[in-house]
């Protein structure tokens, strides 16, 4: 079938400790919402960081793309994480959510590190991007591992 180029945005980056998106309603819930780590040392190994990305499209028509995530790190050093491809049946709902769970994640310099959601439709054409910014502080206090872990990570 035709794929149509239109308006689609990112409305939502998000980086969380976990998320899930409900099978039955399509809901997404997302756990422990993070944009600060404090941290005794550097490099930090995080067990999960979770990556909810939303997608809107202006018209309930089909979108085929491909979805792609770059880490920026703090010395501006460019990582592909991953990336898939996007398809959006021709259906009533405009919108979409997608979660990406990475494990024993790798964080090897402090300050802040950039994870940028680039949708580019089937020409790879650039149409929306999304990003979410994670700092990382290498903090002194040797009684920082004694916190609990509301306080070493910054949560909502």
């Known amino acids: 079938f035709q794929y149509t180029v239109y308006m689609i945005t990112i409305p939502y980056t998000l980086l969380s400790l ?7 309603t399509g809901n997404l819930s997302v756990f422990e919402l993070v944009e600060e780590i404090n941290t ?13 990305i939303g997608l809107k499209k202006s018209e309930p028509k089909p979108f085929l793309g491909t979805m792609i995530i770059h880490m920026i790190t703090p010395s501006n050093k460019v990582h592909k994480l991953g990336a898939t491809e996007v398809k ?18 790798p964080i090897n310099e402090e300050g802040k590190t950039r994870f940028v959601v680039s949708l580019l439709d089937s020409e790879n054409k650039k149409v929306a991007e999304g990003i979410s910014d994670l700092e990382v502080i290498k903090v002194e206090n040797q009684d920082k591992h004694f916190l609990p872990k509301e306080q070493r990570v910054r949560i909502w």
């Not at 005794?40 to 909810?52: A, E, H, I």
């Open 18 to 24: 976990s998320s899930s998106i409900d099978q039955q």
């Open 40 to 52: 005794l040392q550097v490099p930090v190994l995080m067990q999960q960081l979770t990556l909810s």
């Open 88 to 105: 959006m049946e021709s259906t009533s709902r405009k919108s979409s959510r997608t979660v990406v769970k990475f494990s024993n994640f």
